[in-house]
Each structure stands twice: as structure tokens, then as C-alpha cells.
């Protein structure tokens, strides 16, 4: 009973989630409200309000899920070895997770288009500096004398990444693949801005 009920939990969930990026393609998402969402997934206003607080809520999950989807993505490999980053690894990483965005593109569009860059970059930076500012600490990033700050590395790549997801999303042929975009984000980086930065790259 308790298996059938939580099918019906996620169904719903998934219902209401899919009414909302699909009202988002025509409506701008102050226009929309919690009767649009309700008539377009087919169910009552009460049964959003279980399963969400409001609009802002259900877009915040949003958020949530795609970027848990990323941070999943990169527990899949270790990118760091000894004291070098493994450029291979990062690109095999980056490839699944573009791979991952093509699969979602209305939710990739959606959370690109309506989220403020800004946030969306400290969110991906919140998630970085978890997984990864201990090992950058340990790299000793140097410019000559002076000891590069971990926050300024990680931050930096962060904005890179970013500001070039933002402009593939946009692309909506994607001539580029998934592969070829994480293969040319990565030779941008390891062949310049993580070589400036001192960081040793390993591309075996």
C-alpha cells in the first residue's frame, strides 16, 4: 500500500514539475500562477500545495534536482590524482554531464533562462568548493612568491563554466555535441588558464 502511494507521490510531483516548464515555453514566470499550474497538470490547488509551497518552491526543487544531477556527475570519477588534475577524467565528466543537459533541455533551458546568473554560478561554486577546495588547497597554485587563494581558483573556473554553459544551452541545434563542447572547454582551460594559474595537468 505504502509503495502504491508513494508511485502516486512522485507521479504527481512529476505532473506538476512538467505543467510548469511547460507553461514557462509560453508565459513569462511572474504571469504564471498556481490555478495555471493546477488546470494544466489536472489537479486541484490543494494537491499542489502538498506537494510544494508555491511557484518559487517548485523552481527552487528544480534547481535542486538539476544541480544534485551535476554533483552526481562529478562523484562519478576522481579528477584530482596526487598532485595533478587529470584533464582526461574532467572531459569524460564534462561530456556526461553536457550529455546529460541535451537530455533535459526543457529543464536546462528552463533553469538557464529564469534563474539569475549569478546565483546559479554560486550555487555550481558551493557544490565545487565542497567537492574540490581541499584538494585545490593542496595543489599550492603559486604566481611566482605569491600563494593564489583557493576561493579565487575555484571561483574562477566556476564563471567559466558558467558563462560557456550558458551559451551552449542557447544554441538550440547544437551543432556542437556533447563531446565536442566538453573537449573544447577543456583544451580552453588546461591549455591556458589552468597552465597560468600553475595548476600541474596530467593528459594521460
Same mark, same amino acid.
Given at each position: 500500500?505504502?509503495?502504491?502511494?508513494?508511485?502516486?507521490?512522485?507521479?504527481?510531483? !512529476?505532473?506538476?514539475?512538467?505543467?510548469?516548464?511547460?507553461?514557462?515555453?509560453?508565459?513569462? *514566470?511572474?504571469?504564471?500562477? %498556481?490555478?495555471?499550474?493546477?488546470?494544466?497538470?489536472?489537479?486541484?490547488?490543494?494537491? *499542489?500545495?502538498?506537494?510544494? !509551497?508555491?511557484?518559487?518552491?517548485?523552481?527552487?526543487?528544480?534547481?535542486? #534536482?538539476?544541480?544534485?544531477?551535476?554533483?552526481?556527475?562529478?562523484?562519478?570519477?576522481?579528477?584530482? /590524482?596526487?598532485?595533478?588534475?587529470?584533464? #582526461?577524467?574532467? /572531459?569524460?565528466?564534462?561530456?556526461?554531464?553536457?550529455? *546529460?543537459?541535451?537530455?533535459?533541455?526543457?529543464?536546462?533551458?528552463?533553469?538557464?533562462?529564469?534563474?539569475?546568473?549569478?546565483?546559479?554560478?554560486?550555487?555550481?561554486?558551493? %557544490?565545487?568548493?565542497? =567537492?574540490?577546495?581541499?584538494? *585545490?588547497?593542496?595543489?599550492?597554485? =603559486?604566481?611566482?612568491?605569491?600563494?593564489?587563494?583557493? /576561493?579565487? &581558483? &575555484?571561483?574562477?573556473?566556476?564563471?567559466?563554466?558558467?558563462?560557456?554553459?550558458?551559451?551552449?544551452?542557447?544554441?538550440?541545434?547544437?551543432?556542437?555535441?556533447?563531446? /565536442?563542447?566538453?573537449?573544447?572547454? %577543456? !583544451?580552453?582551460?588546461?591549455? $591556458?588558464?589552468?597552465?597560468?594559474? $600553475?595548476?600541474?595537468?596530467?593528459?594521460?
Amino acid at each position: 500500500m505504502t509503495k502504491k502511494v508513494d508511485l502516486r507521490i512522485k507521479r504527481t510531483h !512529476k505532473l506538476i514539475t512538467q505543467a510548469f516548464i511547460k507553461l514557462l515555453a509560453s508565459k513569462t *514566470f511572474d504571469k504564471i500562477t %498556481i490555478n495555471d499550474i493546477s488546470d494544466e497538470a489536472m489537479i486541484n490547488r490543494a494537491t *499542489f500545495y502538498s506537494h510544494f !509551497k508555491d511557484k518559487f518552491d517548485l523552481f527552487e526543487q528544480l534547481i535542486d #534536482k538539476f544541480l544534485a544531477d551535476f554533483a552526481a556527475v562529478l562523484d562519478q570519477e576522481t579528477l584530482i /590524482e596526487k598532485n595533478s588534475v587529470n584533464v #582526461k577524467k574532467i /572531459e569524460h565528466t564534462l561530456s556526461r554531464f553536457y550529455t *546529460f543537459i541535451q537530455d533535459n533541455p526543457d529543464i536546462a533551458r528552463l533553469i538557464i533562462t529564469h534563474s539569475n546568473q549569478e546565483f546559479l554560478s554560486k550555487r555550481l561554486l558551493a %557544490i565545487l568548493s565542497e =567537492r574540490y577546495s581541499e584538494i *585545490f588547497q593542496s595543489l599550492d597554485v =603559486r604566481n611566482d612568491d605569491l600563494k593564489i587563494p583557493t /576561493e579565487f &581558483v &575555484v571561483s574562477y573556473i566556476t564563471s567559466i563554466f558558467t558563462s560557456t554553459l550558458y551559451w551552449w544551452i542557447e544554441q538550440k541545434n547544437h551543432e556542437i555535441t556533447a563531446d /565536442e563542447f566538453a573537449t573544447l572547454v %577543456i !583544451k580552453l582551460i588546461s591549455n $591556458g588558464h589552468l597552465t597560468v594559474l $600553475g595548476v600541474n595537468i596530467n593528459r594521460d
